[in-house]
């Protein structure tokens, strides 16, 4: 099964598996585990979605539900490099910080080992000991932030 098929069945087992695995910081009840919403649930269940670009409104989880969804693909599919971009610095670094909160609040016997990680990236150790994943943010406007890279999924926000 090649990268891109894993990410796929990967994204069907996502509304089942990251209860067990992700905590999330919401704006009213502190640090909770992660349950899906129903769009963001719609969105791991539509087969015909692939290369999405994704209208949506404000404040549905998209880009928490993205963000975690590439964290399990670093866990779990070996060599996935995934990048999250933001129009500054500032809210690009938050976006990030989702998936660092949820890998410190991760129960032990899902944890994979870092290689190293940074306000600004996550890298997994490489095989045996973890999958060579990793997790990187940019902002918009950087001439060579992903430039030569290869990029197996984006989050634009």
């Known amino acids: 099964m090649n990268l891109f098929e894993q990410m796929r069945e990967l994204r069907k ?3 089942e598996l990251a209860p067990k695995l992700f905590h999330i ?7 909770i585990p992660y349950n899906l919403s129903e769009a963001q649930k719609r969105l791991c269940l539509d087969n015909s979605i692939g290369s999405d670009i994704i209208l949506k409104a404000r404040q549905l989880g998209i880009s928490t539900h993205t963000i975690l969804e590439f964290l399990s693909y670093c866990m779990f599919v070996e060599g996935f490099n995934g990048v999250i971009i933001s129009e500054d610095r500032d809210k690009t670094k938050r976006l990030l910080y989702i998936a660092h909160l949820a890998l410190d609040m991760m129960p032990e016997e899902y944890r994979i080992p870092r290689e190293h990680s940074r306000e600004d990236y996550i890298i997994f150790k490489a095989p045996p000991e973890g999958t060579g994943s990793s997790l990187y943010i940019g902002t918009a406007g950087q001439a060579h932030f992903g430039r030569g890279d290869t990029i ?3 989050h634009c926000s």
Do not use: E, M, N, V
């Open 152 to 154: 197996h999924a984006a």
């Open 25 to 31: 910081r919401t704006k009213d009840r502190g640090i």
């Open 13 to 15: 087992k996502f509304p």
